[in-house]
């Protein structure tokens, strides 16, 4: 029986790069996915300290907005030391 394929998860650490090397305030950010609320830039910051994940289309639009792939804000899982 074959290993199964670890899943790639969310990266928090990726898309604060991404916004800070484009010079992005989260609310700027949250303005480009078309968030709307009035703390639309909370959402922003779940995901940057990883106490949420976007789902698959705010995932997309992150990408596009960032102008990466959405795999790129992707990570695979670190294989276990033994």
Not at 10 to 26: H, V
Not at 45 to 62: I, K
Request: hydrophobic share 45%; net charge positive.
């Amino acid at each position: 029986m074959s290993t199964p394929p670890r899943l790639r998860r969310f990266s928090p650490a990726r898309l604060r790069q991404r916004r800070a090397e484009l010079g992005l305030s989260q609310l700027a950010l949250a303005r480009l996915l078309g968030l709307t609320s009035p703390r639309a830039d909370r959402t922003i910051q779940a995901w940057e300290a990883g106490a949420r994940q976007p789902g698959a289309s705010n995932l997309y639009a992150l990408a596009a907005a960032l102008g990466v792939n959405a795999d790129w804000l992707m990570v695979s899982p670190r294989a276990k030391k033994k």
